[in-house]
């Protein structure tokens, strides 16, 4: 019998390793409107590609960045515009299916 002490944890950014996987992950995550689920989808993007190359493509302090894009984090548009350029991503608004 396997004890949960035992488990891995689980880590998304483990699995975002394409360009395909990461615009999909986001994608689901932006259908949730959720603002806070987003910065946190942003900050796995972030552990994925890596958060000191992130920093210094942004501008940004990497402390910034991890308190940024958490599940607790408020990060500014401004700083949701500069983290989505550097990934290489970009937001398109589509109209809301009724």
Do not use: H, W
Request: aromatic letters at 6%; a negative charge.
């Amino acid at each position: 019998m396997t004890k949960i002490a035992d488990l891995k944890t689980f880590d998304v950014s483990d699995y975002l390793d394409s360009e395909e996987k990461i615009a999909e992950y986001l994608a689901v995550v932006l259908e949730d409107n959720d603002p806070t689920l987003l910065a946190a989808a942003l900050g796995d993007v972030a552990r994925a590609r890596g958060m000191t190359q992130l920093a210094r493509d942004t501008g940004l302090a990497r402390e910034a960045l991890y308190r940024s894009l958490c599940a607790t984090g408020n990060p500014s548009y401004a700083t949701i515009v500069k983290v989505m350029q550097a990934l290489g991503l970009k937001l398109v608004p589509q109209p809301l299916t009724r």
